[in-house]
């Protein structure tokens, strides 16, 4: 199954396909010091732009808008981790494995 989200008002900041099990966060802060274990995408509520990527993270989406010179946009672009913001953010993803490819069309999850 797969899923296309799309919204006006989205920006890519690190365009990287990847793939990973869905952690939901409320801010990054409290897991940038985190290791994952598997690789995870992490969708964090809240992003200020000063912190860092955990260790495992392949890609990090937000409905906050860092600036794209921001600390955490440039880690993610030099890191090559997947970094979008997405103003309509879906409430929930399910913790199944996904592959995520973001481009300029859209972000398209893929069911696994």
Not at 50 to 76: C, F, K, N, Q, Y
């Amino acid at each position: 199954m797969q899923l296309l989200l799309a919204s006006n008002s989205w920006q890519v900041i690190s365009p990287v396909e990847a793939v990973g099990y869905v952690v939901a966060v409320d801010e990054l802060l409290t897991v940038q010091n985190k290791t994952y274990n598997l690789p995870t995408i992490l969708v964090a509520k809240r992003v200020k732009g000063e912190e860092e990527i955990p260790d495992g993270a392949v890609a990090l989406l937000t409905p906050d808008m860092p600036d794209v010179l921001s600390h955490v946009s440039v880690r993610a672009r030099n890191s090559k981790v997947s970094n979008c913001y997405i103003e309509f953010m879906p409430k929930s993803f399910p913790g199944d494995v996904k592959r995520i490819t973001l481009s300029m069309a859209g972000l398209l999850c893929y069911m696994l």
